[in-house]
């Protein structure tokens, strides 16, 4: 029984020992580049182009089963130029030979070195790598595997393992004629560790990168570390990090710098799901915090983000970009931002709720939907707490100049292509607001806009101890778009509102304001010079500054006696008890014919015109005084039989001129009078002319 185990020892050894020696002899006796021409008639036959190797082949057998090429070079395809479509200088590939013996595939690390690849599309859309491969050959029924494809491919993975990658040197050339389009990468270094299933694999990238359109330069560096789950077909990327330098005409400002890092990244095939973990992106001084969920990704893509920001100036931001901003009248506006917002949506739509943005001392907050990106149609709810939009607009100038840039604004058209193309309908409130100077609260406003058609309604707002009601609307459909405005002021302390607008309170008092008005026009001046509809106004228990009733009536009095104009000490105002009058509005020009004042001593009735176009005023106004009697039994104007004295008002909005008419009262007067005496000397000849008709009678009857 010993002689056939050891005889059978003996043979195996022998076996053994001629694979050894076969092994190490076989590269010794067969040249791999004797079958070159073999190789390049192949290459020929299938791809027709020509390859070229005039770099050594050299072959390993034990214990890597290995291939390693020096210069390749693959010619590209016809009519796609002379330069070749792929050179390499180097690339080492090894296998493990006695792991294959149990199903098992052991590659070495994968090596290539000096790779230049040009992909390309002509003016066709053509490319020059489709001929490259032949459509596989289908077999019959019979033939099948009985393994389905995924099992066959999982099962191969799982005995993959590869001792890395490392990829030097490499330039990949893009040429797209159809869009007038390079792109060119150079992948300086790639480098990645063992490549194993559900095992860890480090990964480095540094590369450079130039392209055409966008006109864009720059370089990248990449860490992270992978991890493959061939039994779950989980795809995942830890402790990313991902820097990158670029540079370019197309990029705002020449330039950008970023940075981007995430705990994790993982792709799970089956359930066709992304998740990014921690994501946090760097760049322009902003810094930017998200997580995200991705699902669909084969179908129509849904995602939900959370994103948040570290307070950032928007002013640095538009300054790297290159953007130059109005000069705000606050420095300090625009410094610090900062937002926190959840988005929900697919490609075509997106939710952001809640939406909160933080912009210096004011915070908004609510919800946005944007549904159709590419016909939008914006529907939100939002609420702003407290703003000073006046930090915002350009700061004030001691002297006007504001006639040129007015006139330019009063020209400027309308964008009604953007106008037509809103579909709008959303509510804002805010709490507090100050704009040109002027305060409210409790604003609300809702907007609806679609098909041209906009709406500013309701809209609301507490102010100055009153109400602002308005309703406005705009027709956009035509080329010349129709405006209509409902708007009212009710209870108004009307003197600090205009102190805080224009800097000075000439008219003090409780006042109620109502217009409806319409136009037609493309610009801001078209559309005054269209103004139509009516107004009307009272103003209570006030004041009017820059004009002294009482003094023109101490002066009609002077003057009446023949007496020098004493020389006014008062305040140069007019106080009254109410002042009320409607307007007929036709073309941009406002005409007002039923003024009514009452003043403590004396009751005014006025009549004249307002151009809105130009700005300037021809008004007059008729002042007859009382008695102390007749104020206080509260005459009317027709009621009092007095001389009215003119005081006209004429010029400019910005500085009236004030003309009093005092021959007229004088003439009036001196008329009267002579009147009267007329009358009086009538009356005594008549008297006279009576008296001696009687004296003649009697004396006609003693006869």
């Known amino acids: 029984m010993k002689k056939p185990i050891k005889l059978l020892f003996i043979g195996l050894a022998a076996i053994i020992s001629l694979l050894l ?30 390859l070229k190797i005039p770099g050594q082949i050299d072959l390993s057998v034990f214990p890597w089963l290995g291939i390693k ?25 090894r296998i493990k030979l006695l792991p294959l013996l149990k199903k098992e595939i052991q590659v070495g690390q994968i090596k290539l070195d000096g790779l230049n690849l040009n992909l390309q599309r002509n003016r066709n859309g053509r490319n020059n790598w489709n001929n490259l491969s032949k459509p596989p050959q289908t077999t019959s029924k019979k033939s099948e595997s009985k393994t389905s494809p995924e099992v066959s491919q999982n099962l191969v993975l799982a005995g993959l393992t590869v001792g890395g990658v490392h990829i030097t040197n490499t330039q990949l050339n893009w040429q797209d004629q159809q869009n007038k389009q390079t792109a060119k990468i150079n992948i300086i270094n790639l480098q990645t560790g063992d ?19 966008p006109n864009i330069k720059g370089q990248m560096s990449l860490k992270t570390t992978a991890r493959i789950n061939t039994d779950e077909k989980i795809f995942m990327l830890s402790d990313l990090k991902l820097s990158s330098q670029l540079q370019g005409k197309d990029l705002p400002g020449n330039k950008l710098d970023l940075q981007l890092s995430s705990d994790s990244l993982t792709v799970n095939q089956d359930k066709q799901t992304l998740n990014v973990n921690a994501l946090q992106l760097s760049s322009l001084g902003v810094r930017l915090y998200a997580d995200a969920q ?31 901003l109005p000069k705000t009248a606050d420095e300090n506006a625009l410094a610090s931002v900062k937002l926190s917002s959840k988005l929900v949506g697919d490609l075509n739509n997106v939710s952001v709720n809640p939406l909160s943005i933080q912009l210096d001392d004011s915070s908004l907050t609510g919800h946005v939907k944007i549904n159709n990106f590419k016909k939008p149609a914006l529907r939100y709810e939002l609420s702003l707490d407290d703003i000073d939009l006046d930090r915002y607009l350009p700061p004030a100038t001691k002297k006007t100049t504001a006639s040129a840039p007015s006139k330019q604004v009063a020209q400027t058209p309308l964008p009604l292509e953007l106008l037509r193309a809103l579909d709008v309908k959303g509510k804002i409130t805010i709490n507090k607001l100050k704009l040109s100077n002027a305060r409210s609260e409790k604003i609300h406003m809702t907007t609806t806009a679609k098909n041209g058609l906009i709406r500013l309604y309701p809209l609301g707002a507490k102010m100055y101890k009153g109400t602002y009601k308005g309703d406005i609307q705009i027709d956009a459909r035509d080329n010349t778009p129709a405006f209509s405005m409902n708007e009212s002021l009710s209870n108004i302390t009307i003197g600090p509102l205009m102190k805080d607008i224009w800097g000075d309170d000439k008219v003090q008092g409780v006042a109620n304001l109502k217009a409806i008005l319409t136009a037609r026009g493309n610009t801001p001046f078209n559309i005054r010079k269209t103004l139509n509809g009516t107004a009307s106004f009272k103003f209570e228990n006030g004041v009017v500054k820059g004009i002294n009733i009482a003094a023109y009536e101490r002066a009609l009095k002077a003057k009446l006696k023949g007496q020098a104009v004493a020389k006014e000490t008062e305040a140069v105002q007019t106080d009254f008890s109410a002042i009320t009058g409607t307007l007929q509005v ?106 001696k008709a009687g004296d003649a009678l009697k004396k006609l009857l003693r006869f």
Request: glycine share 4%; proline share 5%; charged share 25%.
């Open 586 to 691: 036709r073309n941009g020009v406002a005409k007002n014919q039923d003024l009514s004042a009452s003043l403590p001593h004396a009751r005014i009735q006025g009549n004249g015109s307002a151009n809105l176009v130009n700005e300037t005023l021809d008004y007059t106004v008729y002042a007859k005084f009382t008695s102390t009697a007749e104020a206080q039994n509260s005459k009317s104007y027709a009621q009092i039989n007095k001389t009215p004295l003119p005081i006209q008002i004429k010029g400019s909005f910005a500085k009236p001129s004030i003309s009093v008419d005092y021959s007229y009262v004088l003439k009036a007067l001196t008329k009267k009078k002579l009147d009267k005496k007329k009358a009086a000397v009538k009356k005594d000849a008549k008297k006279k002319l009576e008296k």
């Open 21 to 50: 020696i076969a092994i190490i002899t076989l590269p010794l006796i067969i040249d791999p580049n004797d079958y070159k021409p073999e190789i390049i008639k192949l290459v020929k036959d299938n791809t027709g182009r020509e």
């Open 195 to 213: 490549i194993t299933p559900d095992k860890p694999i480090p990964f480095t990238l540094e590369s450079h990168f130039t392209s055409s359109k």
């Open 69 to 93: 090429l020096g210069k390749v070079e693959l010619s590209n395809a016809r009519h796609f130029g002379k330069q070749a479509f792929a050179k390499v200088e180097t690339v080492d590939v």
């Open 294 to 324: 991705v699902t669909q990704l084969n179908k129509q893509p849904r995602y939900k983000i959370n994103i948040a920001s570290d307070a950032f100036s928007a002013k640095d931001v538009a300054q790297q970009l290159n953007i130059k």
